[in-house]
């Protein structure tokens, strides 16, 4: 069992999480995991010790279908998913919360992600099912990015049989990938994004495993889940996939298939979209710059890695035979110059930077941390801000946008 699943009755949930909704998750198994709830302590505190050591203890003999609800609970057990479920259920008018608010109360400390989950799980199923899908388009560090050859092109989604069409030729892909047999496409719009969900089957894997206390093989496809992003009023699409290659093939599926042209997003491939050339030309004087009325309030510039690697006349990269990697709470260049002072920042080559990107909301504050290594990827492990980072990343010139004819000229 994964240890997230164990770990999702912790001490600090198991002294606050109320005992009722623990008891209506697990009643159904009580059986199968040979718990008598009945024969709980009377005492309080050693009766929220015994659910603590059931779930500490917990294997593969919780039954298959508890255990899918503790790792679906567990996925949106964040700080991330707790959003998604409220986002939601105040678009859907709900309040998940209410029959547990006490009156008069502050019951904010008992409301924690994991509460939330829970509550969503046992009282809302469409809601959490709809934040469960969302989560997905989080879950890819880094995605691949793309833009299209032209601008002005309006997805026919709705159009007859495209989404049908797209389907088919996705589950054709993965099934002569992987030769498997699952794969699901499910279809979101929101605000200015259209979103594509595709669960799907990977490749078999086969491991020893105990049965019962007997040594067996067990050979399975893990479902895994591919997202698509794309924004019609910059042509731009992102991929999330555990497989860049799979990725690559959505890309070109996508284009086909919704947008008419399976090569529209081609010639981007080949174009540079994340620079640190600003860094590489202020060093130590490069700060960033944003909207002090805005949602970020801080970037501290906590890491960089630089070499003396080069682009030779033919295009390949010449290996650097040494690297130094250097970090610091507020700006890591500042910090090369103190401890390198012989070393040039205009004579070597910035591998990767790595910022802290400090975002306001309800309030409080949420630390980013954000990868960015040219020429094409940039990775963060909380997408839920990510439009608003890339967009500072484009206001200092980090991140480029693929100029095509029609925006060229405007500019011009």
Known sequence: MPKRIRNFVDRAFSRTVDIEL???????????????????????????????NLFARADTRFPAKLQFALYNISTLSTDAGARIILEIATEAGVDVLAPHRVEGGDDDLRFTPRFIALVTWLDHG????????????????????????????????????????????????????????????????????????ILHGSKPETKNVDQEGIEDTLKFREIVQSTIEYDPRQGSI???????????????LFGEHVLG?????????KEQLYTLEPLQKLGAAFRFHFDPDGDITHVALREVRVDE?????????RRSPWFLTLGDSQNALKRLKDVASDLDIADLRIVHAKVDVTIEMDDAEVVVPVTIRPPRTVSMRD??????????????????????????????
């Not at 992102?238 to 070109?252: E, F, H, I, P, Y």
């Not at 042209?261 to 491939?269: G, H, Q, R, T, V």
């Not at 100029?403 to 011009?412: D, H, L, S, V």
């Open 126 to 197: 469409a809601i959490f099912d709809r934040a469960l899908s969302a989560a997905a388009f989080l879950a890819h560090s880094s995605k691949l990015e793309r833009d299209a050859d032209r601008e002005d092109v309006e997805p026919r989604h709705h159009e007859a049989g495209v989404q049908s069409d797209f389907t088919e030729a996705v589950r054709r892909h993965f099934a002569s990938r992987y030769n498997g047999h699952y794969c699901d496409v499910r279809w979101f719009e929101e605000e200015d994004l259209l979103r594509v969900l």
């Open 309 to 317: 690697a080069q682009i030779t006349t033919t295009g390949r990269l």
């Open 22 to 52: 623990l008891h209506r998750l697990l009643s159904p198994y009580f059986g199968q995991i040979e718990f008598d709830w009945n024969e709980l302590p009377d005492d309080d505190k050693k009766r929220r010790e015994a659910i603590f």
């Open 383 to 412: 997408h839920s801000h990510e439009r608003l980072i890339l967009e500072m990343l484009e206001d200092n010139d980090i991140r480029k946008r693929r100029r095509t004819g029609q925006a060229a000229a405007a500019a011009e």
């Open 261 to 269: 042209d399976k090569d529209i997003f081609e010639a981007s491939a």
């Open 238 to 252: 992102a991929v999330g996939s555990k497989s860049a290659a799979d990725a690559k093939k959505l890309v070109k």
